[in-house]
């Protein structure tokens, strides 16, 4: 090795040292076992599982103690273990896992008596959507709520057990039309996205353009609350029910969507539609379980839309303060009703401004009802007539009675859902003579038009131009909703909510 000059820089004899270049190697070695030992460790370590969502329906209790609903959203399930999943523990051992899509077993109120519980059971088998494995424990206060408030108030009564099925067939229903309304709630359940909301395009249900016709509007609070309500109208709520885990998911995505304001709390998410449905699917909530965990909700709900009303007209639309429209008027109406049949105060005022706004719309001296002016158009005065009853006409009230009878003549229409949807409402409460026979065509051309092939089995999709926008999600809700108005426990389609007024 030739002898370093004196004036060679010191970093450049570093460099040629043997000890320094032994030092880089040992260096460069050690690194790439630590490299390698890593990913051996990676690979052989388990991955912790995911913590839970904790969803507190009820009254809070001692730390320690299970009196919560506890909702954990876990790892997806593969197709695989569909038969393992299904063999798992159900309720018993609190456990409640879901495979790609369970069969739906029911029993058939209208066929089978409660006294008769070796009849042959209802098993639908909807789609085959791989779904995320909810585990949900009820005890406590919610296992509480459950059992003292099984029934909920009076005026849910007809939604469970035995008294469903008297009801259905007393008012018009069938074994049919019980069939569809349990064939169209597996198809909803199918369609709830991970995350516990439901969306009018389809999309994060992992559908996968496998069901036509999804809609096209936007603001996840309404698609949700929509879909909510048929499983509330079946009796299930967050606290029991065959969906309880669906409806607790999906009311855990409601109140967490809700923006606090000054003026309330806000569910609109761009638009009053989604405020009013959610509020109504809290209040209905509220109503047949008594949470009171829900009661602050629907009181800052309530606060919104008694704010959010047009001073003016005693009207809502799309955004708080327009000038109203009557479909939006009338879900506000709908949730306003509601909360006062669960116990929440509704301002007077805001329920006599809304009459003036009807007033404004209204033609044939109350009998027809137009969109936003007078006029006479069957659809809207469908929804007015009903809005009315909410408000405080009398079921003896002649214009109400001229204008029920006037669309009821026609039959029920084929295609228009929303006005088949307001008008089968108002003719049961009335027990108005024509309804025997236009209920009789409505629900079995209801049971035709229902999907049964395929993934869109259970759903139904209507030549609407009107609706449309809400696509085949928004119309499989409004359809089973028309078939349970025998019994929905909806307190605002019962005859004690139309006769009580505000």
Known sequence: MPSESPDTPWIERAVASPAVRAGYLSLVAHVVVCIILAILALETRRMPPPQPIQLRFGEAEAAGDDHFVDVALGDDLPHDDAQAAAAAPTLESQEL?????????VHDPIATPAADADAPPIRLDPTGLPARAVSVRVGGAAAKAAGTLASGTAAFAPRRGAARGTAARARGGSQASEAAVEAGLAWLAAHQAVDGSWQFDLSGCRCDGACRDPGTLTG?????????????????????GPYQQTVSRGIYYLVSRMQPTPRGGDFCEGTMYGHGVTTLVLAEALGMTGDEMLLPYVRDAVRFTETAQDLHGGGWRYLPGQAGDITVTAWQIAALKSAMLAGVEVPSPTIEAAKRFLDRVQTQGGAA???RTPAAKPCTSAVGLL?????G????????????TNLAKPGPHPTNIYQNFYLAQALLQLDHPVWPRWNAKHRDQLVSQQARFGHEAGSWFFADHDTAPGGRLAHTALAVLTLEVYYRLLPIYREEAVDRDF
Do not use: K, N
């Open 387 to 391: 809005c009315r009853m909410y408000t």
């Open 220 to 240: 996840s609070t309404a698609s949700t609350a929509i879909a909510l309500l048929p499983f509330l109208g079946a009796g299930s709520t967050h606290a029991d």
């Open 369 to 371: 009802y137009g969109y």
């Open 97 to 105: 896992p879901v495979d790609d899509v369970p069969l739906v077993t």
């Open 393 to 404: 006409w009398g079921s003896g009230h002649e214009a109400l009675q001229r204008g029920v």
